[in-house]
């Protein structure tokens, strides 16, 4: 594995607020920061991934690999309905549109009030590794959200950086992580299942991919 970078949190801040997505995502951010001495918390609001059954293992994974290292987690509500609210008349967006841009915010608005709320003066996000996803438009979404808040800031730190995404895939087969095969919400799922189909592939099997292990036949 490539060798970890030790950081530093910005501008003399003291603990961060660390809004995970998932395992995948937020292990390679999880481990450089233990290993940096950061003091950090995982906030877990991710209501745009549907059905509940992925949002439970996608979380369980999440907790798991906390536990593992004594990180605390915040799990915060599962508020599904307020999320279809607000992305409604978005349903056709195509992924990195606009439907995208509300979703980052809907999270990181509440990473950043849960922040506000019990004294942390830094948030930032795992969502901004992976390579499905356009790093500047998860940063401006945070710093968005953070700017609600007087007191609050965005670390804009690309995890992508300095190996961070191939350590990302590393650390899943290593640790063996739930596999998600589409981003998250019921939009997502839908167009991967078509894309899937149009190309003579099985629709997704929700429960059965895991990183390291042979892929089931379809
Ligand atoms: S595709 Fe992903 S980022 Fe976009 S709205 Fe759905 S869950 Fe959110």
Not at 199 to 213: K, L, N
Request: hydrophobic residues 30%; charged residues 30%.
């Amino acid at each position: 594995m490539s060798e970890l970078p030790t950081l530093n949190l910005p501008d003399g801040h003291t603990r961060l607020l660390l809004h995970s997505c998932c395992a995948p995502c937020s292990g390679e951010v999880m481990e450089t920061m233990v290993r940096s001495g950061i003091d950090f918390t995982i906030f877990f609001y991710n209501p745009n991934i549907h059905p509940r059954r992925e949002y439970d293992l996608r979380k369980d994974e999440n907790q798991r690999f906390a536990d593992k290292h004594g990180i605390p987690v915040i799990d915060a509500d599962y508020d599904m309905e307020n999320w279809f609210e607000r992305v409604k008349g978005m349903e056709h967006e195509p992924e990195r549109g606009v439907r995208c841009t509300t979703c980052f915010e809907m999270r990181f608005e509440r990473t950043a009030l849960y922040a506000y709320e019990n004294g942390f003066s830094l948030i930032s996000s795992s969502l901004g590794i992976s390579r499905w996803k356009n790093f500047r438009q998860v940063t401006d979404a945070g710093i968005r959200a953070a700017e609600r808040y007087g007191n609050v800031a965005y670390w804009e730190y690309n995890w992508r950086k300095a190996g961070g995404a191939d350590r990302m895939v590393e650390i899943s087969k290593r640790e063996n992580f739930y596999q998600q095969e589409y981003c998250g919400c019921a939009y997502s799922l839908r167009d991967t299942n078509l894309h899937r189909l149009k190309a003579g592939r099985d629709v997704i099997r929700i429960g059965e991919m895991y990183y390291g292990q042979p892929t089931p036949t379809e």
